[in-house]
C-alpha cells in the first residue's frame, strides 16, 4: 500500500520561503506524476503543481512565479518550496500521487494526511 | 479556470439514510469529473473517477452520475463510517480544480 507523508515547519514567517518534503513508502516513485495540493481555511482545495519522476514540472499559473518542487528518486522524496509567503498562504499542504493524467490534468490516487503549515511573524 | 460549485454545504443525516450530493462545473468538464472523502487527520480518498468509475476498494454503496456540467455523488445507505467531507474535482481543463466541499454529518 502506497503511503505518503509531509514534513517540514509547521511556522513560517512572512516573506520567507515555506519548503516542504513527501516521503513516499510502499511504492517506488518512478513512472507516476507527483503533486502538492494545499486548502486554506475556509476555501477550496488548490492544485500547486506537479513533477514527473523524471523531473519535469507542471506548475498552477496563479502561484508559478513561486513555486519550485524537486525530486529525489534515491530518496523516494519530492519537495516543495513556495518563495515569498504571506499569510494567504497559510494552509493545509497536502502531496499526493497523480494518475490518470490527460493534457496536465490528473486525478490523485494517493494522498498524504496533509500538513498545517502558518505564516506568521 | 473551471469553477466547481458543490450543494448542499451540509448534509445532516441519519445512518442507514441516502446522501445525494452535487457538483456544478461552470463549463462542461466532459466524463472528466471525480469525487474524493476527507475524514478529519486522515488523507483524502479518491472514491469515484471519470463520474462513474468506483476507485480500488471504494463500497458499491458509492456510486456517481452524471455529464456535462451537473453531477451527483450517491451514497445509498450511510454507515457511520461515511460521515466525512466529500470534495469533487475535474481534470478536463488545466489546470485541475475542486469544489469547496460537503460536509456530510450526523443527524
Known amino acids: 500500500q502506497v503511503q505518503l507523508q509531509e514534513s517540514g515547519p509547521g511556522l513560517v514567517k512572512p516573506s520567507e520561503t515555506l519548503s516542504l518534503t513527501c516521503t513516499v513508502s510502499?511504492?517506488?516513485?518512478?513512472?507516476?506524476?507527483w503533486s502538492w495540493i494545499r486548502q486554506p481555511p475556509g476555501k477550496a482545495l488548490e492544485w500547486i503543481g506537479y513533477i514527473y519522476y523524471s523531473g519535469s514540472t507542471n506548475y498552477n499559473p496563479s502561484l508559478k512565479s513561486r513555486v519550485t518542487i524537486s525530486v529525489d528518486t534515491s530518496k523516494n522524496q519530492f519537495s516543495l518550496d513556495l518563495t515569498s509567503v504571506t499569510a494567504a498562504d497559510t494552509a493545509v499542504y497536502y502531496c499526493?500521487?497523480?494518475?490518470?493524467?490527460?493534457?496536465?490534468?490528473?486525478?490523485?490516487?494517493?494522498w498524504g494526511q496533509g500538513a498545517l503549515v502558518t505564516v506568521s511573524s | 479556470e473551471i469553477v466547481l460549485t458543490q450543494s448542499p454545504a451540509t448534509l445532516s443525516l441519519s445512518p442507514g439514510e441516502r446522501a445525494t450530493l452535487s457538483c456544478r462545473a461552470s463549463?462542461?468538464?466532459?466524463?472528466?469529473l471525480a469525487w474524493y472523502q476527507r475524514k478529519p487527520g486522515q488523507a483524502p480518498r479518491l472514491l469515484i473517477y471519470d463520474v462513474s468509475n468506483r476507485a480500488t476498494g471504494i463500497p458499491a454503496r458509492f456510486s456517481g452520475s452524471g455529464s456535462g456540467t451537473d453531477f451527483t455523488l450517491t451514497i445509498s445507505t450511510l454507515e457511520p463510517e461515511d460521515f466525512a467531507v466529500y470534495y469533487c474535482?475535474?481534470?478536463?481543463?488545466?489546470?485541475?480544480?475542486f469544489g469547496q466541499g460537503t460536509k456530510v454529518e450526523i443527524k
Open positions: 474535482q475535474q481534470r478536463s481543463n488545466w489546470p485541475r480544480t
Open positions: 510502499g511504492g517506488s516513485i518512478s513512472r507516476y506524476f
Open positions: 463549463q462542461s468538464v466532459r466524463s472528466y
Open positions: 499526493a500521487r497523480d494518475s490518470s493524467c490527460t493534457s496536465g490534468s490528473c486525478y490523485s490516487d494517493y
